[in-house]
């Protein structure tokens, strides 16, 4: 990470002091052609969706339409970098696509973690929590570092964590800041209380967008439906095994494993763009060799979303 900043502040710096050179000119238009191609590569569903593992449905909500599990593997591993995971697919804004300006995405996984208890709803003081993981976040950023990673900042609640009863979905946003960087990243996630798991929405991008994200989210929860036998309301205490943790401990999770690294590539990608006039291929190499150079800390499952009262 230190190299990737080091590389889009050299970035930066050029294209500020040449901003109206032609050679800046011919280098933009070689990037969003570059864009373009990319963009042009994927191809989205919308309507209703059966998604995999038969865990339930997804009617792609308006505004926004679904990549499937393959594409989207190749989206966050191929085209922005990150390390190999699976997903149960992306969804991305209509209007725009991975490599368009402003773009953010909801990438949608599964945790078989069993029934989580909703009895702690109420009783959560979110504003302590909030210290507890700050300092978690402290803490886990000296093995960063050591790594050769820049540290993360745990800001604040972008949206405090709100639990509806009634739907069973828990959500709510978070405001970091990796190392030195200028815009903080917005960590914004849903997560659907089932009878085995969790099905989460993790939405990445920069703060300035919550209000667009935040605005999707009424939309987006009614969209996703576990399949009959998995709602929440099936659960079985005699048979159905008990999460080792209530909403409290969702919220709680590790601040890092829950931002994936992805966050990062989003961020960076237009400035390493930039900085290779058009040839991605250099950017992944720089992954890849770091992938062979330093081990990856190892990333969890992501976190979670909007709270009205935020």
Request: proline share 5%.
């Amino acid at each position: 990470m230190k190299k990737l900043l080091l590389l889009a502040a050299l970035g930066l710096l050029q294209l500020s002091a040449a901003a109206t050179t032609p050679e800046v000119t011919e280098r933009t238009a070689r990037e969003k052609t570059y864009a373009d191609s990319v963009n042009a590569t994927f191809h989205y569903k919308t309507g209703k969706v059966v998604l995999p593992q038969s865990l339930g449905d997804l009617t792609v909500p308006t505004g926004f339409r679904y990549l499937d599990t393959e594409q989207s593997k190749r989206l966050l591993t191929e085209v922005w970098g990150n390390p190999q995971g699976e997903s149960l697919g992306m969804l991305l804004p209509a209007d725009r696509g991975p490599l368009s300006d402003n773009n953010w995405a909801f990438v949608l996984q599964y945790e078989d973690m069993g029934y989580v208890k909703d009895d702690d709803a109420d009783e959560i003081n979110y504003d302590d929590l909030l210290k507890e993981m700050q300092a978690d976040t402290e803490e886990e950023n000296k093995g960063r570092v050591e790594a050769g990673y820049e540290p993360v900042t745990l800001v604040g609640w972008a949206a405090k964590p709100y639990y509806d009863k009634n739907l069973n979905v828990l959500h709510w946003a978070q405001e970091l800041k990796f190392g030195e960087a200028t815009e903080n990243t917005l960590n914004y996630n849903v997560r659907l209380l089932g009878r085995k798991g969790v099905l989460i929405l993790n939405a990445v991008g920069n703060t300035s967008q919550l209000p667009e994200v935040r605005s999707s989210i009424p939309n987006v929860i009614p969209s996703v439906t576990f399949a009959s036998g998995l709602r929440y309301a099936d659960f079985q205490p005699d048979i159905d095994e008990v999460a080792a943790y209530g909403i409290g401990g969702l919220v709680a999770g590790k601040v890092l494993a829950k931002v994936g690294f992805f966050a990062l590539i989003l961020k960076f990608w237009k400035v390493l763009l930039a900085l290779v006039a058009g040839g991605w291929s250099v950017v992944r190499r720089f992954f890849g060799g770091k992938k062979t150079e330093e081990p990856e800390p190892a990333l969890d499952a992501p976190t979670e979303n909007f709270s009205p009262e935020a």
